[in-house]
């Protein structure tokens, strides 16, 4: 392949496409959930992520994990987890059968701010999705992100299978 070989241009052009439509996503998401609740987000990914932990077994994420899950470095994650201790939204506790590992539990004001920034954070998504259908460059990534997580009940053809 070489810089001017077709197939590496239109991936390259698909690529930026996807980083177009992530950076429209992730700003709309930002100013809605900064300017309805003062969290980034980062912060909001953070809450949902710990939120979703459990007391079964593998139930609660080492730092790591959660670091995976908001795509943050560890570090950048351990100092996210500390600012929002500091504002009350979560709790660090050390685990109980391992006294070397620290886990993080969110707070019940950080449950409530959660969910007063979730319909928040569903309608800005919703809207920017919307505004990228439009773009015809955009547009099919829309419908490709649409049909990820759709309930296998939902498509016509799996019913019945």
């Given amino acids: 392949m070489t810089a001017t070989d077709p197939a590496l241009t239109a991936l390259a052009d698909s690529w930026c496409a996807l980083s177009l439509l992530h950076g429209r996503i992730e700003a709309r998401i930002e100013r809605a959930l900064q300017d309805g609740h003062g969290l980034s987000v980062r912060e909001f990914s953070l809450l949902d992520v710990l939120s979703r932990q459990h007391d079964d077994e593998g139930g609660h994420l080492q730092m790591k994990q959660v670091a995976d ?93």
Wanted: charged share 25%.
């Fill in 69 to 161: 899950a908001v795509v943050l470095s560890q570090s950048a994650t351990t100092r996210l987890v500390t600012r929002m201790e500091e504002r009350g939204l979560l709790a660090r506790y050390l685990c109980p059968t391992d006294r070397r590992g620290i886990y993080t539990n969110v707070t019940q004001a950080g449950l409530d701010l959660l969910a007063a920034a979730r319909p928040t954070n569903n309608a800005a998504l919703r809207d920017a999705l919307d505004d990228a259908a439009a773009d015809p460059g955009l547009a099919p990534l829309v419908t490709a992100v649409e049909e990820i997580r759709r309930p296998a009940a939902a498509d016509p053809a799996a019913v019945g299978a």
